[in-house]
């Protein structure tokens, strides 16, 4: 398996074959993801390359670590593995009224 790099600051133009495009003279880049909304389908402005090997990893993250692209400076370091997601109560939006502010209680009758 690859070595796997966060590109942070991104675009919201750029899309994934662009951002393939941009790592694509450090190396063979076996993947290159912008990650967009669920709902808006609007770039969130970071993804993810994922290089052959780590070498050539290292040498993207040297050469592109706050290089500017599109007037802003981009943040590229090694990605580090995806918090597992708990199911049921441990958030998202399956929560109901829980966080936010209070839960709506208490709120409206302080004088």
């Known amino acids: 398996m690859g070595k796997k790099l966060y590109v942070g600051n991104l675009s919201y ?25 669920r709902e808006s389908g609007r770039s969130k402005g ?19 670590n706050g290089k500017e692209i599109d007037g802003r400076s981009l943040t590229v370091n090694e ?14 939006r399956s929560g109901g009224s829980r966080g936010g502010f209070g839960g709506g209680r208490g709120g409206r009758n302080r004088w």
């Open 13 to 37: 133009a750029v899309d994934s074959s662009t951002l393939h495009q941009y790592f694509a003279a450090f190396g063979d880049v076996l993947s290159a993801e912008v990650i967009a909304d």
């Open 46 to 64: 970071f993804g993810f390359v994922e290089f052959a090997n780590d070498a050539e990893a290292a040498s993207a993250i040297a050469e592109m």
């Open 79 to 92: 990605a580090r593995p995806r918090e597992p997601r708990s199911g049921g109560s441990g958030g998202g």
